[in-house]
């Protein structure tokens, strides 16, 4: 019997999971990133972790630098650019505006895998500064600058005294880095030691107190 040359030829088996992969490979390099550190994470381990072959890996991603710009970009910088949205749809009180991306940012961020990855750059950004450049360019300063807009909002409509904004968007995110930092180092060894949620609500309460306007 002769093949028939008009029948549909069978798919590679890869091409039918073809959408789902790059999220696949990226949680699985996500969680060997935070496990292992940047210097310690093999690509073949990643692909094993994702279930696919190295081959299926290099389709996405072409080594592991960009696997892990892929990472932060999904996990940090996304969420960043939906703040830049929202500050600018956003018409209420800008220390209301404030609040929600620090409470938004322990929900998408700071309660999940991904709050692994500032430690790992602090850790190994000397010794890696092309992706502590990448970091800085892609995560910090976006970071900033979108506080910095809330607070100049802020200045500009009388609800917070006058300040340099830049300075205080660095002060606001600070304890964003130590709850950060300790969810991924001390607190297994320390359940206790520290309310992330609490710090974050004591932190808004400095805010408000040390940004309200100068009496008279």
């Known amino acids: 019997m002769k093949p028939n040359p008009t029948a549909p030829k069978p798919e590679p088996r890869w091409v039918r999971r073809k959408d789902a992969r790059p999220e696949e490979i990226t949680a699985a390099a996500l969680n060997l990133f935070v496990e292992r550190g940047y210097a310690n994470t093999r690509l073949e381990d990643v692909a094993a972790r994702a279930g696919v072959s190295k081959g299926t890996l290099y389709l996405y991603f072409a080594n592991k630098q960009e696997l892990f710009k892929a990472v932060v970009r999904e996990g940090l910088a996304s969420p960043i650019a939906e703040v830049q949205g929202m500050i600018d749809q956003y018409e209420g009180r800008a220390f209301d505006l404030l609040g929600m991306v620090l409470h938004g940012w322990w929900q998408r961020i700071g309660s999940t895998p991904i709050s692994g990855i500032p430690k790992l750059i602090l850790a190994e950004a000397r010794n890696f500064p092309e992706i502590a450049e990448f970091y800085l360019a892609e995560v910090v300063r976006p970071g900033l600058e979108a506080i910095s807009r809330i607070i100049e909002r802020g200045v500009q409509a009388g ?48 805010l408000r107190r040390g940004l309200a306007p100068d009496p008279g």
């Open 159 to 206: 609800e917070f005294r006058r300040v340099e904004a830049v300075h205080i968007a660095q002060l606001v995110f600070a304890p964003t880095l130590l709850v950060a930092c300790w969810c991924n180092s001390l607190a297994p060894f320390d359940p206790d030691g520290m309310d992330p949620l609490r710090v974050i609500d004591e932190h808004l309460e400095m």
